[in-house]
């Protein structure tokens, strides 16, 4: 028996008796080129502060993806390596791809708590099998059974900050207020993790505190309010060019990227400001403002909770980690939009289609409110990532791949205004924690022999800023995207999509990594990947493609492309429950929508048993948010149908007649005109046996109408479906429902 293996089966585990309370704050979908703190032109007042009195690293590494970033950030290993190659939702069979973190993989956080932490997370979780998000568990994968004895939050890639589907531990919860009373989910999560710090320094001021705080924005849907983003009004209006050349100069000046880094060129499927209609660029132009007050929003949160960290004494023991982002700024808003899903499911849209249903629901000032799920242009995600070409979901290039990362301990840091730029990557923090506290990465946890750590311990640059980089091999791959850093060096291969492109790849069917071109850089003397030196340096390059060939297959990469499965190749495949009929009483609600029927894309048939009132009105059934979904509802007697394909197109069916009062049975088949992804559904709507209405929708939502919302029996408590209920929400059914019948009609 080795002997640390003997240490932890027979010796008590303890801490050092200064051992810190550690904060851990991440923000989603952030960009290098956005926070004033490093030249951007977000007001970062918090990540400023963590920065001024403590220690700034300008080489972070993530993943590209948001969940797989946070899967190695959490466990120290690569994200390929434990099931993690892309977001849980996309999940298949491949060991790379499995959406599922296994007990070998044990979190920093459960090992910590083992040490005598108290732990605690807040806001997103996307670390979770989407079939798994229910009422009903399996609860083995929730943060609470894996290391956080208290969780706060949402089990989803993304959410609206208005009408989040929270949960507390493993119970679904309501948010405590309406948006109309004032409701914003960064504050919520805020508020909710200054709570914890209380009751921790009244219950338990013995021990020390692990904290995970991880906030929806800047994620899409860009949901802030109109104050907020009012305070950036007119910053933008000379576009995304101008606004990457203002940066890459402060960039400079502030000596957070050398003096010879270079800016470098748009991607020629990127769009120059120029070259936008005059009538498109207040569009545009406000998207980005509505962004940047969402991002300064949540910077304003999380220093509410260092503030309170430090009223409650605890800020000079306190390791603040502070990153800017989990992976680059998303391009998923492709040409700017006002429901981002649909680039998840691949429907090609036109600015003119947004622009339209924008103006119908309350032009420029609806964007960032609770009717729409703007995103904005992808251009300026890539202007948001200055100075680099990249943008999330671009593991090939550092706009993907590299975030501005702060680090505070007052106690053990003295600040130095000098960057960190050793190569450190997200699987770092964990080792680095272990580092700090005298850890020994455990070799068994919960009877779970445990795989090694990937990630090392970039501790020794807290004290001295040229210190040695420690992390000397690092592979990237999202999607068919990929590259290897070595030693200072990268290769690089963009893959088989541009995020930003509508619709599906040119050519995806076809393609094989085979037929990808490769790129080199020296980043010791080409800091933003300006000048590719693959033609100069052949040798070079063969020498880095077969190191990334040994780490792919290391970490359980191959298939490279493997995330690609379900989104390109079958969105049929995606994960779905298990059942193929359902029945449903009148007070169910809340149930995730990849874990409810999908009523949106597959044949099927709902019959309501129910009873109804003289004076009927509310909701019988919805399925997803104001975003995108289907709802079916009574309008004053008159039974009413829509299919709200993401806000652009909505499909509504109504009956010519008010229903008859007493007990009714209501039938709603929806079957494929053309059984293909995307294709036009039939909606049949009966009445107690007979046609009441009917109509057809042109195209469905392949994939999914929402990350985080829901099916709801009996009132709408998520986003508003149809806006003919908008102002009634959640529009409680009036009379009795007892029972919904959902059955698959294949």
Same mark, same amino acid.
């Given at each position: 028996?080795?002997?640390?293996?003997y240490h932890q089966r027979v010796e008590p585990k303890r801490l050092p008796d200064d051992a810190p309370n550690i904060l851990i704050i991440l923000i989603d979908d952030a960009g290098?080129?956005?926070?004033?703190?490093?030249?951007?032109?977000?007001?970062?007042?918090?990540?400023?502060?963590?920065?001024?009195?403590?220690?700034?690293?300008?080489?972070?590494?993530?993943?590209?993806?948001?969940?797989?970033?946070?899967?190695?950030?959490?466990?120290?290993?690569?994200?390929?390596?434990?099931?993690?190659?892309?977001?849980?939702?996309?999940?298949?069979?491949?060991?790379?791809?499995?959406?599922?973190?296994?007990?070998?993989?044990?979190? &920093?956080?459960?090992?910590? %708590?083992?040490?005598? +932490?108290?732990? $605690?997370?807040?806001?997103? =979780?996307?670390?979770?099998? /989407?079939?798994?998000?229910?009422?009903?568990?399996?609860?083995?994968?929730?943060?609470?059974?894996?290391?956080?004895?208290?969780?706060?939050?949402?089990?989803?890639?993304?959410?609206?900050?208005?009408?989040?589907?929270?949960?507390?531990?493993?119970?679904?919860?309501?948010?405590?207020?309406?948006?109309?009373?004032?409701?914003?989910?960064?504050?919520?999560?805020?508020?909710?993790?200054?709570?914890?710090?209380?009751?921790?320094?009244?219950?338990?001021?013995?021990?020390?505190?692990?904290?995970?705080?991880?906030?929806?924005?800047?994620?899409?849907?860009?949901?802030?309010?109109?104050?907020?983003?009012?305070?950036?009004?007119?910053?933008?209006?000379? &576009?995304?060019?101008?606004? %990457?050349?203002?940066? +890459?100069?402060? $960039?400079?000046?502030?000596? =957070?990227?050398?003096?010879? /880094?270079?800016?470098?060129?748009?991607?020629?499927?990127?769009?120059?400001?120029?070259?936008?209609?005059?009538?498109?660029?207040?569009?545009?132009?406000?998207?980005?403002?509505?962004?940047?007050?969402?991002?300064?929003?949540?910077?304003?949160?999380?220093?509410?909770?260092?503030?309170?960290?430090?009223?409650?004494?605890?800020?000079?023991?306190?390791?603040?980690v502070y990153i800017w982002g989990d992976n680059g700024s998303s391009g998923e808003g492709q040409n700017g939009t006002i429901s981002e899903l649909l680039s998840q499911n691949g429907?090609?849209?036109?600015?003119?289609?947004?622009?339209?249903?924008?103006?119908?629901?309350?032009?420029?000032?609806?964007?960032?409110?609770?009717?729409?799920?703007?995103?904005?242009?992808?251009?300026?995600?890539?202007?948001?990532?200055?100075?680099?070409?990249?943008?999330?979901?671009?593991?090939?290039?550092?706009?993907?791949?590299?975030?501005?990362?702060?680090v505070r301990w007052p106690a053990r840091i003295e600040a130095d205004p000098t960057p960190r730029s050793q190569f450190v990557h997200c699987t770092d923090i964990v080792p680095t924690?272990?580092?700090?506290?005298?850890?020994?990465?455990?070799?068994?946890?919960?009877?779970?022999?445990?795989?090694?750590?990937?990630?090392?311990?970039?501790?020794?640059?807290?004290?001295?800023?040229?210190?040695?980089?420690?992390?000397?091999?690092?592979?990237?791959?999202?999607?068919?995207?990929?590259?290897?850093?070595?030693?200072?060096?990268?290769?690089?291969?963009?893959?088989?999509?541009?995020?930003?492109?509508?619709?599906?790849?040119?050519?995806?069917?076809?393609?094989?990594?085979?037929?990808?071109?490769?790129?080199?850089?020296?980043?010791?003397?080409?800091?933003?990947?300006?000048?590719?030196?693959?033609?100069?340096?052949?040798?070079?390059?063969?020498?880095?493609?077969?190191?990334?060939?040994?780490?792919?297959?290391?970490?359980?990469?191959?298939?490279?492309?493997?995330?690609?499965?379900?989104?390109?190749?079958?969105?049929?495949?995606?994960?779905?429950?298990?059942?193929?009929?359902?029945?449903?009483?009148?007070?169910?609600?809340?149930?995730?929508?990849?874990?409810?029927?999908?009523?949106?894309?597959?044949?099927?048939?709902?019959?309501?048993?129910?009873?109804?009132?003289?004076?009927?009105?509310?909701?019988?059934?919805?399925?997803?948010?104001?975003?995108?979904?289907?709802?079916?509802?009574?309008?004053?007697?008159?039974?009413?149908?829509?299919?709200?394909?993401?806000?652009?197109?909505?499909?509504?069916?109504?009956?010519?007649?008010?229903?008859?009062?007493?007990?009714?049975?209501?039938?709603?088949?929806?079957?494929?005109?053309?059984?293909?992804?995307?294709?036009?559904?039939?909606?049949?709507?009966?009445?107690?046996?007979?046609?009441?209405?009917?109509?057809?929708?042109?195209?469905?939502?392949?994939?999914?109408?929402?990350?985080?919302?829901?099916?709801?029996?009996?009132?709408?408590?998520?986003?508003?479906?149809?806006?003919?209920?908008?102002?009634?929400?959640?529009?409680?059914?009036?009379?009795?429902?007892?029972?919904?019948?959902?059955?698959?009609?294949?």
């Amino acid at each position: 028996m080795q002997e640390s293996e003997y240490h932890q089966r027979v010796e008590p585990k303890r801490l050092p008796d200064d051992a810190p309370n550690i904060l851990i704050i991440l923000i989603d979908d952030a960009g290098p080129g956005l926070p004033d703190t490093y030249g951007g032109e977000v007001r970062t007042d918090t990540l400023s502060r963590i920065h001024d009195q403590g220690i700034g690293y300008n080489r972070f590494h993530t993943t590209a993806m948001c969940s797989p970033t946070r899967a190695s950030l959490l466990t120290g290993r690569n994200h390929h390596r434990i099931g993690n190659g892309q977001i849980a939702e996309l999940a298949n069979d491949w060991d790379g791809y499995a959406g599922e973190i296994p007990k070998s993989s044990a979190l &920093g956080a459960e090992v910590l %708590r083992d040490y005598g +932490y108290a732990t $605690a997370a807040f806001g997103k =979780w996307h670390n979770t099998p /989407a079939i798994e998000t229910s009422a009903a568990g399996p609860f083995d994968n929730w943060p609470s059974s894996i290391g956080f004895e208290y969780f706060y939050g949402f089990l989803a890639g993304e959410a609206s900050q208005y009408e989040p589907n929270l949960v507390r531990n493993t119970t679904s919860v309501l948010p405590p207020k309406t948006p109309e009373e004032g409701y914003h989910l960064s504050e919520d999560l805020a508020d909710d993790a200054i709570h914890w710090l209380h009751n921790h320094k009244a219950l338990e001021p013995d021990k020390p505190f692990f904290m995970y705080w991880a906030t929806g924005c800047l994620h899409g849907p860009h949901h802030v309010m109109k104050e907020w983003a009012d305070k950036y009004a007119g910053k933008f209006d000379d &576009g995304w060019d101008a606004y %990457r050349e203002r940066v +890459y100069k402060r $960039a400079i000046e502030k000596g =957070w990227i050398p003096k010879n /880094a270079k800016l470098t060129p748009r991607d020629a499927r990127l769009s120059a400001w120029d070259d936008i209609p005059e009538e498109e660029r207040p569009f545009q132009a406000r998207l980005m403002e509505v962004a940047a007050g969402f991002a300064e929003h949540a910077d304003v949160q999380a220093g509410r909770l260092v503030d309170e960290v430090e009223a409650l004494g605890y800020g000079d023991n306190t390791l603040i980690v502070y990153i800017w982002g989990d992976n680059g700024s998303s391009g998923e808003g492709q040409n700017g939009t006002i429901s981002e899903l649909l680039s998840q499911n691949g429907i090609p849209s036109t600015v003119a289609q947004h622009i339209a249903a924008m103006n119908e629901i309350g032009g420029l000032d609806v964007l960032g409110t609770p009717k729409v799920d703007n995103q904005y242009n992808a251009a300026w995600a890539w202007a948001g990532s200055t100075p680099y070409k990249g943008m999330k979901l671009l593991a090939s290039h550092l706009g993907g791949t590299r975030n501005p990362m702060a680090v505070r301990w007052p106690a053990r840091i003295e600040a130095d205004p000098t960057p960190r730029s050793q190569f450190v990557h997200c699987t770092d923090i964990v080792p680095t924690i272990y580092d700090v506290l005298g850890i020994t990465p455990p070799l068994v946890v919960n009877g779970v022999t445990q795989i090694p750590i990937d990630g090392v311990s970039f501790a020794n640059t807290f004290d001295d800023a040229a210190a040695e980089a420690r992390h000397k091999t690092q592979y990237f791959e999202i999607m068919g995207s990929r590259s290897i850093y070595h030693d200072g060096w990268m290769a690089s291969a963009f893959g088989p999509r541009a995020p930003w492109v509508q619709g599906m790849p040119p050519g995806i069917q076809d393609w094989t990594p085979d037929s990808d071109v490769w790129e080199l850089y020296n980043l010791d003397e080409d800091w933003t990947q300006a000048d590719d030196l693959a033609a100069a340096m052949p040798e070079k390059l063969a020498q880095l493609k077969e190191t990334f060939s040994i780490e792919a297959a290391k970490n359980s990469v191959y298939p490279i492309g493997g995330g690609l499965w379900v989104l390109v190749f079958h969105p049929e495949m995606r994960i779905s429950s298990p059942y193929r009929e359902w029945n449903f009483t009148g007070d169910i609600i809340r149930m995730p929508e990849f874990c409810a029927p999908a009523l949106g894309n597959r044949a099927n048939t709902v019959t309501i048993d129910l009873d109804i009132p003289a004076n009927a009105n509310g909701v019988l059934y919805a399925l997803g948010g104001a975003g995108g979904g289907l709802t079916c509802y009574i309008d004053d007697g008159v039974l009413c149908y829509e299919y709200n394909l993401f806000i652009i197109q909505r499909t509504k069916i109504r009956g010519s007649a008010p229903l008859p009062a007493g007990a009714a049975t209501i039938t709603v088949e929806t079957s494929y005109v053309e059984a293909r992804p995307g294709g036009p559904l039939k909606v049949v709507i009966s009445v107690n046996g007979e046609e009441y209405a009917s109509g057809v929708v042109p195209i469905s939502a392949p994939l999914a109408f929402s990350a985080n919302d829901c099916f709801d029996v009996g009132r709408c408590l998520g986003g508003s479906v149809s806006l003919d209920y908008y102002d009634k929400m959640p529009f409680r059914f009036n009379g009795t429902i007892s029972n919904v019948n959902v059955r698959y009609a294949t």
